[in-house]
């Protein structure tokens, strides 16, 4: 568990199920989908069903909560691009509008990161976004992440082309960052 102030990131546990399940898969066109990967299709799940991919969340090394005032209000992950090289790439979702443009995203990347490289061998950490999601690449911005390639016109939504974003720092980068 890491804290800034009223943000905590921590893993999952069982009873905090209902909150994720919520905020996730029980409405069939949450507002946060519109940013993170909406030309992906989102699916609803009843709380059955998810219930029954508690393993994936509850202690998860990779799906930990972000908690902002005793409130899950959302999620930050990381998944193996290629595990050998050590190469993983962080998401993060705040499920909520009203979370959003507070800094939150920005605070609980901060301590995800530096979780990450404080337990893992890792290189470099870095996300992937879209051209559309202009507050994600703010966050990657203001984290020190440097853009490490565009992708032209793959992502396409709502009649529109957007370039696939990828951000990343590598590990002395961010030591230099939050060691002064």
């Given at each position: 568990m890491?804290?800034?102030?009223?943000?905590?990131?921590?893993?999952?546990?069982?009873?905090?199920?209902?909150?994720?399940?919520?905020?996730?898969y029980k409405d069939e066109q949450p507002e946060w989908k519109k940013w993170d990967a909406p030309y992906f299709p989102?699916?609803?799940?009843?709380y059955e069903d998810f219930?029954?991919?508690?393993t994936r969340?509850?202690?998860?090394?990779?799906?930990w909560a972000i908690e902002v005032s005793g409130?899950?209000?959302?999620?930050?992950?990381?998944y193996w691009e290629h595990e050998p090289s050590h190469w993983l790439e962080i998401g993060i979702v705040l499920h909520e509008s009203h979370s959003w443009g507070h800094g939150i995203?920005?605070?609980?990347?901060?301590?995800?990161?530096?979780?990450l490289f404080q337990t893992m061998?890792?290189?470099?950490?870095?996300?992937?976004?879209?051209?559309?999601?202009?507050?994600?690449?703010r966050v990657g911005e203001k984290l020190g992440m440097q853009l490490e390639a565009r992708i032209r016109k793959v992502r396409y939504y709502n009649g529109t082309y957007y370039?696939?974003?990828?951000?990343?720092?590598?590990?002395?980068?961010?030591?230099?960052?939050?060691?002064?």
């Open positions: 890491y804290t800034h102030k009223e943000l905590i990131i921590r893993p999952i546990t069982e009873a905090d199920l209902p909150r994720p399940w919520a905020l996730i989102h699916e609803t799940k009843t219930f029954m991919t508690k969340w509850v202690d998860a090394d990779n799906f409130v899950v209000c959302g999620i930050v992950s990381y995203g920005t605070r609980a990347l901060t301590l995800w990161i530096q979780h061998p890792l290189v470099r950490v870095g996300f992937t976004t879209w051209s559309g999601n202009e507050r994600m690449m370039d696939s974003i990828r951000m990343g720092i590598l590990r002395e980068e961010w030591t230099a960052l939050h060691t002064q």
